[in-house]
């Protein structure tokens, strides 16, 4: 076991220096950078701008050395977690990133929580009714969240949830906790706010997760042992919860890794909708401004963050499944 | 004499013929004849869902030829008096009275109060649809001139079958010209994202080894990626200064650069297990180029399964494109798309105001589902020789 999780930690490390290395490609691409922008802005509104002074800016923040060199210093920096520094804030990225990456981790982890939530019962049924009109009628259900944009269902839910419930439910919390410490009441603030972005991001997965779920389950309804135990009188119920679901539940675990990255690209695009204090408005704002540490520090912790995801669940997985740890290596 | 009992049965009289058990009726014939693409088409064909969802697609497709034909009026034309009208009823009885498609006038009164103009219908004008008539003249395929319209606006009436936006464009000519960029972007993304998975997975598969792992580990690092961050950095390297047309490529590209892997992995785990086939080693000593041999021999077994998985991926990038569009990192207007459409419909006034500007989702709610159903029933009818 510890050797196969060593092996995939040291498997890690080459997969996130590449992804590294292409985050800063991007978000060097764009011609020009944060100052000559800055500059420019500065130039319209008719202020007089001293270049010794963007010269001194420039150097300190290595704007004029070769692209190997600021890449070295900002992955090395990295490492001690230094993260660079945000020109639009005026702050070290870190500071600016803390709370909200903290606050996306959140919405990501219910939001997977809401999938199974949904997902089980509706795929159980399905399996166990196949082609049935609930089965059909379910599945299109599923669908029909899989198709709907998400940025469109968090608009309409924030409208509908305002006009029916009267709250208003843009942001994660009551606009009085926004600079308060984390106690009870905004904790239970945070959750009051917290379901909308869950549905609205859960909807898409989950369709794509009844779906596996049902056909998992349906390979399994048809082995022998299960029709051994219903010969033996074994009631219908028990029978399912017994032994099938148990063998199908592995690939939940098995599913975080490919849900992952969807999660977290819905939780960007409903954040902006719905203004939530997440990753995703300020990265638009440092993408389109080329504020290029906040920027890249950003797509970094996002891809960090399904890279461990991703690992959580093989570790996971290897735990629960012998027949993995077995197999050593895993193929997928 | 006594016959043996056991020794007395049946004996048939016709002639012996040791081949009958070889011949095979008409029906057999038929289907062990059949090629590979007939016996996936019988599949496909009892599949009701997806073929009426292929139907569909097809005519959507088909529609985006003669866009400017079956939109009532032309992209650009505004019309200033009618600015967000909302959906006009279509009727067919006035008082009582059958007289086909018809709409009544159209006018408004301004509520001072709330600032917002009040549509309503005025019952005593009668104006009855015309269809094939001549209306807003458009330049056929930049070919020739034409003002042929499926239907279009009654002498002196107005027809805003979806309402119409703020600047008093009509909502339905716009989401079918609209039709047109965002079923091409996902049609063309599909294919260069097609030909990079094919290519880099048919390597990988093929010559396996260090080749192999170079893809592999590619992909993981672009899979472990969330999509939309991604997506988003790239389409923000795309200059302001690019023509619309160049953006249109540019964003094509970027969803198909994201895409790829699945494909890719598909095709390398087929390859890895084909290439030891025999057929294979025999093309091999007859001294074929790798080339030749994946794409002559092994990719035709797969391609079924890869057309199959490729139809599914395309309502990804459908909704890819509607997504970034929507923040405004996409398609930019003059451009017509669905997410060029909706990124009007950003605002949570549009909602309580004047919601039929969100309509342009149900194209892509339709869209998105007739490709899933049908590549369902593709996924199912790909492996013939299952059944």
Redesign the interface.
Known sequence: MAYYIGRRLLLMI??LI??SF??FV??Q???GDYLESYVAELESQGESVDPGQIAALRSQYGLDEPFLVQYLTWSTGMLHGDFGYSFEYGLPVTEVVGDRLFLTVIISLCTILFTWLIAFPIGMYSATHQYSWGDYGLTLLG??G???????LA??M??FANVTFGISIGGLMDPQYLDADWSWDKLMSVLQHLWIPVIVIGTSGTAAMIRRLRANLLDELHKPYVVTGRAKGVPPFRLLVKYPLRVSLNFFIADIGSM???I???A??VA??LSLPTTGPI??AA??SQDMYL?GS??MF??LL??IG?LVSDIALALLDPRIRLEGVRTS | MKVNPVSEHFVSDKPFDPNSIEQIDPEQERLYLASQWRLMWWVFKRHRLALFCGVLILLMYLSILIAEYLAPYALKTRHTDYIYSPPQPVHLFHEGEFIGPFVYGWGYELDMDKLLRNYSEQRDRVYPLSFFCHGDPYEFWGIRQADLHLVCAPEGGVLFMLGTDRLGRDMLSRIIYGARISLTIGLLGIIVSFLLGITLGGFAGYYGGWVDSTVQ?IT??I????????W???S??L?VTWSPLWVFFGITLILALLDWTGLARAVRSKLLALREEDYCMAAELMGARPTRIIGRHLLPGILSHLIASATLSI?AMI?GE??LS??G?GLRPPITSWGVL?NE??N?N???IYPWL?LP?IP??VV??AF??FGDGLRDAADPYKH
């Open positions: 080459p997969t590449v992804i292409i985050i991007i978000i691409l764009p011609p669908f029909l899989l198709a709907t944009p998400n940025f469109l608009l309409v924030l409208y992952l990255p969807s977290i690209s819905g960007e695009i902006v909708v990265l638009i993408l389109q920027a950003f797509l996002l891809a399904t890279v991703v | 580990r993981e690092v899979r472990s990626f969330p999509e939309l961050p991604l988003m950095a790239l923000a390297i200059p309502p909704l509607t997504a929507f923040l990192l909706l419909a950003q949570i549009v909602v309580a969100m989702v892509v709610i998105i589902l899933n159903f």
